[in-house]
């Protein structure tokens, strides 16, 4: 079965510069390095979004029916 990413999902760019500082400092501060530590504080956060579908949900790619309405 498919995961897919909750609507609720706290996605903020605080929230990931936040981590990506912590590994930067867990990592002893290394220069050169800042995309990779960014890069793996952004998959660590997607990851701890990712979810089972709601029950009934068959479909994770489809947007729910009421957007439908929006064009």
Known sequence: ???????????TRETIEHRARQIFEQRGCPE???????????????DSCLTDPPPGESDPERLPAEWDSLG
């Open 32 to 46: 050169g390095q800042d995309l990779d530590h960014w890069l793996q504080a952004e998959t660590e956060h997607w």
């Open 1 to 11: 079965m498919s995961k897919f990413i909750p609507l609720y999902c706290n996605s």
